[in-house]
């Protein structure tokens, strides 16, 4: 499996931005199709953004399309979430996934590899 770092999260105001990064190590990072997620305290881990293996196709939730932007650098073993325009319903444990699979996933289960989280925060 490829292990993952997050990085980036913070606390930041309502209407502000934040990246969040992931770097992976162990196995060839182009391989894996990666994806966000996130989760909220009492809420279940819930699907953010997806990306391919090469990068030329993405997919994202309804609630954050448009503000969020997924893309990779595969040169450099690292997948990037910028976050846009946030909203304090943005507040939440953001988890990095990767797997070994041909096409985008949205479903948590469909992934083997995860990082530990990076916490954002976002006030009103």
């Known amino acids: 499996q490829v292990q993952l770092v997050e990085s980036g999260g913070g606390l930041v105001q309502a209407g502000g931005s934040l990246r969040l990064s992931c770097v992976a190590s162990?196995?060839?990072?182009?391989?894996?199709?990666m994806g966000w997620f996130r989760q909220a305290p009492g809420k279940e881990r819930e699907f953010v953004a997806t990306?391919?293996?090469?990068?030329?196709?993405?997919n994202y939730a309804d609630s954050v399309k448009g503000r969020f932007t997924i893309s990779r650098d595969n040169a450099k073993n690292t997948l990037y979430l910028q976050m846009d325009s946030l909203k304090p319903g943005d507040t939440a444990v953001y988890y990095c996934?990767?797997?070994?699979?041909?096409?985008?996933?949205?479903?948590?289960?469909?992934?083997?590899?995860w990082g530990q989280g990076t916490q954002v925060t976002v006030s009103s």
């Open positions: 990306i391919n293996r090469s990068g030329g196709s993405t």
């Open positions: 996934a990767a797997d070994r699979r041909i096409t985008i996933a949205t479903r948590s289960y469909d992934y083997e590899s």
């Open positions: 162990g196995r060839t990072f182009s391989m894996y199709v």
